[in-house]
């Protein structure tokens, strides 16, 4: 039976994770239970991220496992041999930077939200009828924070492409069945944060409630291991990598930005080893 004279600030503060505070004394019939969402990804694969912030050109990055990308890294996509076969990812050539190519390091927070189709959902047997769409709902409304991110980054990303002209040559000759990226910035020991907020559906903070469930979900989109507490919502530290898409211009004879759409979660890295 609920109890009577409580106040709707006051049962938002009791459905708040952190504090834990037994369903009961809301509803005897209601009860709190942890779903497990993880960033469902393969081994060597990629959480691509739009960031909102700092700035509009580092908006399209990923976290992925430590591949030690630098800046001036050319990465070339090659699709898999089937729809259901991931394609590859290989880091194929490293620019030659002149003098003065990187902007001056920053420290930096970013924020975010997923840019892929990702989270797998683990939850108690009798949970699961309440949770089968609660995967793409959270890819829809998942934040990502990072905080305390030293940023090193390329002045002008295109404009070194084709300051290197092996490079170039390597983009124009492979560029029939390949695409390819340029990583125009890191942002290392980044702790990242993925959380979504008391909107909507949503009761409170990583909070949802479904049938009599309240359902708390702890995140897992880390490749390296996560202990203690704050498991599952704040990751360990990890790269962020912003990049650039380019292509070869056949009638300027240079490197230009590819605007075409692409989906880089359904690529994984084959080969870690610098060029």
Not at 160 to 168: G, I
Not at 173 to 190: K, P
């Amino acid at each position: 039976m609920r109890s009577h004279g409580m106040t709707g600030s006051l049962k938002r503060q009791l459905l708040f994770p952190v504090l834990m505070v037994s369903a009961c004394l809301l509803s005897c019939d209601e009860e709190d239970r942890t779903v497990k969402l993880t960033c469902n990804h393969a081994i060597g694969g990629t959480i691509p991220i739009h960031l909102t912030t700092p700035e509009p050109e580092a908006a399209n990055a990923f976290q992925s496992s430590a591949h030690n990308l630098s800046p001036g890294t050319i990465l070339r996509l090659t699709p898999g041999g089937s729809p259901v076969l991931p394609g590859s990812i290989r880091m194929i050539y490293i620019l030659k930077l002149p003098v003065g190519s990187y902007a001056p390091d920053q420290v930096q927070h970013l924020s975010g939200t997923i840019a892929g189709r990702y989270f797998a959902v683990e939850a108690d047997p009798d949970v699961e009828e309440f949770v089968a769409d609660l995967g793409s709902m959270m890819t829809k409304n998942t934040y990502v924070t990072a905080w305390g991110a030293n940023r090193r980054a390329l002045r002008d990303p295109i404009g070194v492409v084709n300051a290197d002209r092996q490079a170039v040559e390597i983009i124009k000759e492979e560029q029939q069945t390949s695409r390819f990226l340029l990583v125009s910035g890191v942002w290392s020991d980044v702790h990242i944060w993925y959380t979504f907020d008391d909107t909507g559906a949503f009761l409170a903070a990583n909070t949802v409630k479904r049938g009599p469930f309240y359902l708390h979900a702890q995140y897992n989109c880390s490749s390296l291991a996560v202990t203690g507490s704050d498991a599952g919502s704040i990751q360990q530290p990890e790269d962020l990598i912003s990049y650039v898409p380019v292509k070869y211009d056949r009638t300027s004879g240079m490197v230009i930005l590819d605007k075409q759409t692409l989906d880089i979660e359904n690529y994984v890295f084959t080969d870690i080893v610098n060029p």
